[in-house]
């Protein structure tokens, strides 16, 4: 078995838009729960002073990762121009040049882009006890 696709995203917020992305992430969060039932999960991180985010993505594999970027589109790209400051994205599992192309198209020019597409072992559950 292949392993799961996992894109992260690390981002500084521009001064004075933490509430615009607070409701940006919302709105990501609620249209991925309720129209990606593929996705394994989607989680937004901020650091202590919140003035730097990371969203955490895993996706069963690079289409679903695809179809969030299409889906998506126009809130990710109103993010970038006018929210964040993307730091560096990380790619883990073997990405389709359809959805580099959409990464490079929705990130800022010059952004460090780490990918690792070799899945080695590990394990994947839907729902872990508590």
């Known amino acids: 078995m292949s392993g799961p696709f996992i894109f992260i995203g690390t981002h500084r917020i521009k001064e004075g838009k933490l509430a615009q992305f607070k409701r940006d ?4 969060v609620d ?7 593929r996705l394994i999960a989607f989680n937004f991180y901020l650091n202590d ?16 990762m695809l ?8 809130t990710i790209k109103l993010a970038v121009d006018e ?3 993307t730091k560096d994205i990380q790619i883990y599992g073997p ?17 460090a882009v ?5 899945h080695f072992g590990g ?3 839907s729902s872990a006890e508590a």
Do not use: C, W, Y
């Open 25 to 28: 992430a919302q709105v990501l």
């Open 31 to 37: 249209f991925a729960r309720d129209h990606e039932p």
């Open 49 to 64: 002073d919140e003035t730097e985010a990371s969203i955490v993505q895993v996706h069963p594999d690079a289409a679903s």
């Open 67 to 74: 179809f969030h970027m299409q889906a998506m589109r126009e």
């Open 83 to 85: 929210v964040l400051i």
């Open 95 to 111: 990405p389709n040049d359809v959805v580099r192309g959409m990464i490079a198209s929705l990130s800022q020019e010059g952004v």
């Open 114 to 118: 780490i990918s690792k597409p070799l």
């Open 123 to 125: 394990v994947v559950r």
